[in-house]
């Protein structure tokens, strides 16, 4: 029989909402620049709406994930000057973009906005160990990692990314996976220099 790792494992932890910046103002883009470039590397994501019938396209992202070890800014596409900033960050050759299951993202990234990823890695590739025919999700990750269970909700994950206000619980969502790849990677890395 076998066991859920949910059940067993205890919850991760995610980001909590005071750690969490919405980028709706010039303000918060300024801050939100200055905090992304001065990292080495930040956690990074995105969200679309999801499609459901056959043949649909989608209009994502719709919305953009990039984290600090402390903080994770979410750019809802559409709302500006989220443009400019997600355009520095992400075109930057000097700051490491890490994430999950990137492929998608960085193809509808530069289909819709223009913008030509660099210097990405995706974890889902990278952290595969010798043997392990799938890529690594996120889930897989935190529980090797750190012996907890992320939590991701079907519900929250197919809710509409594009609405003008998001909820709490599709924020906490979006924060973490931008959030959690980051902490992976920092975990990995401190176990590679270790080991």
Same mark, same amino acid.
């Given at each position: +029989?076998?066991?859920?790792?949910?059940?067993?494992?205890?919850?991760?932890?995610?980001? @909590? /909402?005071?750690?969490?910046? +919405?980028?709706k103002?010039?303000? &918060?883009?300024?801050?939100?620049? =200055?905090? /992304?470039?001065? +990292?080495?590397?930040?956690?990074? &994501? %995105?969200?679309?709406?999801? %499609?459901?019938? $056959?043949?649909?396209?989608?209009?994502?992202?719709? /919305?953009? !994930?990039?984290?600090?070890?402390? %903080?994770? #800014?979410?750019?809802?596409?559409?709302?500006?000057? =989220?443009?400019?900033? /997600? *355009?520095?960050?992400?075109?930057?050759? &000097?700051?490491? @973009?890490?994430?999950?299951?990137?492929?998608?993202?960085? *193809?509808?990234? @530069?289909? *819709?906005?223009?913008?030509?990823t =660099?210097?990405?890695?995706?974890?889902?590739?990278?952290? @595969?160990k $010798?043997?392990?025919?799938?890529?690594?999700?996120?889930?897989?990750?935190?529980?090797? #990692?750190?012996?907890?269970?992320?939590?991701k909700? $079907?519900?929250? %994950?197919?809710?509409?990314?594009?609405?003008?206000?998001?909820?709490?619980?599709?924020?906490?969502? =979006?924060?973490?996976?931008?959030?959690?790849?980051?902490?992976?990677?920092?975990?990995?890395?401190?176990? !590679?220099?270790?080991?």
């Amino acid at each position: +029989m076998q066991i859920d790792q949910e059940v067993v494992l205890p919850p991760y932890d995610g980001i @909590k /909402l005071e750690n969490v910046r +919405m980028v709706k103002s010039d303000r &918060d883009a300024a801050e939100a620049l =200055a905090a /992304l470039m001065a +990292m080495d590397v930040v956690g990074f &994501d %995105t969200e679309s709406k999801p %499609t459901f019938l $056959k043949g649909e396209v989608s209009t994502g992202p719709h /919305l953009v !994930q990039l984290a600090t070890d402390h %903080t994770a #800014y979410l750019f809802q596409i559409g709302a500006m000057p =989220a443009v400019e900033v /997600l *355009k520095a960050v992400l075109e930057s050759p &000097d700051i490491l @973009k890490v994430g999950f299951g990137l492929a998608d993202d960085v *193809k509808r990234l @530069k289909v *819709k906005l223009g913008i030509e990823t =660099a210097n990405v890695v995706d974890l889902a590739h990278a952290l @595969k160990k $010798k043997g392990e025919r799938n890529a690594l999700g996120a889930k897989t990750a935190v529980a090797r #990692y750190f012996g907890r269970a992320l939590q991701k909700s $079907k519900k929250i %994950t197919t809710t509409n990314w594009a609405l003008p206000r998001l909820s709490e619980k599709q924020i906490l969502y =979006a924060a973490d996976d931008a959030h959690v790849a980051l902490k992976v990677y920092r975990h990995w890395r401190e176990e !590679q220099a270790g080991g």
